[in-house]
């Protein structure tokens, strides 16, 4: 009867896990072995934009390796404090002046982009919302000039949550809002932005089976964000598997970052990993030029020559878009078609 108190420990829920995210440089070093000499520099750039890593991500960070391709992803590094292009800004992409109403970021005809949360359950040095002035008010805590603002537009047909990570919300907020947006008739899907059944699987639960597989009108379409096939573990893949149980269209986005996944060996099986995990590769973005974030750059050609590669060893459903997003275009610009 030894093993019995073991036997019923429950699993943390992803509440906890959230919560208990390692958010400081030192102890992010010693979990994962690595030199302590990056101490500073990681705590001078964490000082800008937080250090955040949830437990199931740091387990699959090999310990001892300063180039693994998932610590790179989360790890604070001196480079982000070097001088930048002039490229390189704050708001590369514009979204403050696309916002159409508070936390609505409108930049194409047919879908309008929610900023549910500024919150992420995980903290990714090249995110292009870095900067993204969240408190000031662009993410809705309440959201009725944003809903007021779709009931008038029938153009939109479908609305994006993003972020912030919009699962990061408490399932009852989540249900609240999808009904509200069920109730706007020229709506037809609900898409979901988010990292949250890479970060922290659990996150994939009855809670929220309920409010997503309970959807009575629209189509639900979740995008979540891999940069790297071993992001993708057993616990990620049964977390997608239950998406997909409910009938959600499983997309994937990545964006192409120097030291991660600039290789076409990689990405190519980046598709194999998320097609066996019932996830189409949806886009390859081009880095945005964000204001620290510039070591992680690929220039186009290489970026061009890739998508190449890719196009002739994978079929062509499992090929990526290559995309760029250009302030004031009408959609993200496609490269490499
Ligand atoms: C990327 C993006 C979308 C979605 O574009 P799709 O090509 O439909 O995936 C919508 N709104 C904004 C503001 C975006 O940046
Ligand atoms: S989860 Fe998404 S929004 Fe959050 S930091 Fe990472 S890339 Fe940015």
Redesign the pocket.
Known sequence: MIARSAAVRRRPLWQEILAAAVTDPERLLARLELDPALLPAARAAAARFPLRVPEPWLARIRPGDPRDPLLLQVLPLGAERAPQPPRFRPDP?G?RA?LAARGL????RS???LVATGACAIHCRYCFRRHFPYGEGACGARWEEALAWLARHPEVD?V?LSGGDPLTLPDATLAVLADALEAVPHLRRLRVHTRLPVAIPARVDEGLAAWLGGLRRLQAVV?VHVNHPREIDEEVAAALARLRALGVTLLNQSVLLRGVNDDAGILAALSGRLFESGVLP??LHLLDPVEGAAHFEVPEAEARALHRTLAAVLPGYLVPRLAR?EPGAP??TLLGE
Not at 105 to 108: E, H, N, T
């Open positions: 992409l979204e696309a970021v409108r930049k194409y879908r309008a982009l479908e994006i995008v949806y886009y997003e959609a993200k």
